[in-house]
Every structure is written in structure tokens, then in C-alpha cells.
């Protein structure tokens, strides 16, 4: 998250942040790196695993948000919903 930009923070717990490096294969580096567990890719190309933490991590293909592949982490018990557009 060191080099992402906070673009909006909403009052229901969404946090949206854009990375300065572009593209699938940054998203999908950044998604690799937080070393999810139970990893399954559905048919619409989105990619869900789970943290240590018991947070959801996924990843939105660049055909969502026009063009623009978004990591969404959530973590379920503060109810906080962080998105990384690439």
C-alpha cells in the first residue's frame, strides 16, 4: 500500500486507493504477493482467496470498471472494504 494514492473514503467503510503501476499483471502481482490461501478463479475471470487474517482478497479482470482490473481486500469482522484500481 506504500505507493498507492487514498482517491476517495467513503463513510460505509470503502477505502479507494489507484496504483501508479498500470494493468493486469501488476494487479495480479500485488494479488500473488499477499500470499492468499484456498485461491479459486470463477468463470468471469474474478480470482477470490483467503489472508491470514481471515480477510477476502479478490481480483476483478480488466473488463470490470471499463478497462480497469480492481484487488478488493475485505476484511469481514471491522467491516472494512479496501479497492486498488490498477
Same mark, same amino acid.
Given at each position: 500500500?506504500?505507493?498507492?494514492?487514498? +482517491?476517495?473514503?467513503?463513510? %460505509?467503510g /470503502?477505502?479507494?486507493?489507484?496504483?501508479?503501476?498500470?494493468? *493486469?499483471?501488476?494487479?495480479?502481482?500485488?494479488?500473488?504477493?499477499?500470499?492468499?490461501?484456498?485461491?479459486? +478463479?470463477?468463470?468471469n475471470? %474474478?480470482? /477470490?482467496?483467503?489472508?491470514p487474517?481471515?480477510?477476502?482478497? *479478490?481480483?476483478?479482470?480488466?473488463?470490470?470498471?471499463?478497462?480497469?482490473?480492481?484487488?478488493?481486500?475485505?476484511?469481514?469482522?471491522?467491516?472494512?472494504?479496501i479497492?486498488?484500481?490498477?
Amino acid at each position: 500500500m506504500s505507493n498507492k494514492t487514498l +482517491t476517495n473514503q467513503t463513510n %460505509t467503510g /470503502v477505502s479507494n486507493y489507484v496504483s501508479p503501476i498500470r494493468g *493486469n499483471a501488476a494487479a495480479q502481482a500485488d494479488f500473488s504477493a499477499l500470499k492468499p490461501t484456498n485461491v479459486r +478463479t470463477y468463470p468471469n475471470g %474474478t480470482t /477470490v482467496g483467503t489472508l491470514p487474517n481471515g480477510s477476502t482478497v *479478490n481480483l476483478h479482470p480488466s473488463k470490470s470498471l471499463g478497462g480497469v482490473p480492481t484487488l478488493e481486500i475485505f476484511d469481514p469482522i471491522a467491516r472494512i472494504r479496501i479497492k486498488i484500481r490498477y
